[in-house]
């Protein structure tokens, strides 16, 4: 049997890979495992039988057997370490690329992430005008450490790893934010990944589902009495 993650049933992020199912179908798809989605509404991910996979209620999960797991970044790296593929062989390239994996989501996305909260639930508070640019200051500074060690390397460090799939996930949050564009090896190693074969069919397979999700809305908004 295959192992089965859970994903949106209809992603708010409007089919643009930004959930971080994404990180999951894109590990499978790299390792060449197959798996199997099963889809969720918002309500059923704070029912019981989803509540005892992931206690705070939120998505991606994964279940091998008897195993489950939550949060991307543990899901992606249990992948990683099964499968050849997203992980180096020598241990201390092993080493620096998992490090590269909690880089990319406690060091690098926080401050990605405050400010699209900001701009999202803020936008109509007084403070919201001084605020935002001390937010993206603060992305600014992350973006340019980053871009410092990056150099005009392809990749973090050497072959493309685990840490790299997911730092590029975190930096595909600012696309269109015009951010990135003061970084322009950030922003073709960026491209990079999503020039990846995997990271394309996983994009694809996310992007069916909010099609799917979007088309039966409208059939049913038109079908409605």
């Not at 990749?155 to 790893?161: P, R």
Request: net charge negative; proline share 6%; charged share 25%.
């Amino acid at each position: 049997m295959p192992p089965t993650m859970t994903a949106f049933e209809r992603s708010p992020d409007g089919g643009r890979g930004l959930a971080r199912d994404m990180r999951v179908r894109w590990a499978l798809e790299e390792v060449g495992q197959p798996y199997d989605v099963r889809l969720l509404s918002f309500e059923a991910m704070k029912a019981p039988a989803h509540l005892a996979l992931h206690p705070f209620g939120q998505i991606p999960t994964y279940e091998d057997g008897d195993l489950a797991l939550f949060e991307s970044g543990a899901i992606v790296l249990h992948i990683a370490e099964r499968h050849a593929g997203l992980l180096p062989d020598d241990a201390k390239a092993r080493a620096r690329a998992i490090t590269w994996m909690f880089a990319a989501l406690t060091t690098v996305e926080p401050p990605i992430v405050e400010r699209e909260m900001a701009r999202i639930l803020e936008r109509d508070e007084a403070w919201y005008d001084q605020r935002l640019p001390r937010l993206e200051d603060g992305v600014r500074k992350r973006l340019g450490e980053l871009s410092a060690f990056l150099g005009e390397a392809d990749w973090l460090d050497g072959a493309f790893s685990a840490g790299d799939l997911l730092m590029v996930t975190v930096l595909l949050r600012l696309k269109g934010s015009g951010l990135l564009e003061d970084y322009p090896n950030l922003s073709a190693y960026l491209a990079r990944g999503e020039t990846r074969p995997a990271y394309k069919r996983a994009f694809d397979a996310q992007l069916a589902v909010f099609t799917a999700a979007s088309r039966q809305s409208s059939s049913t908004a038109v079908n409605s009495p």
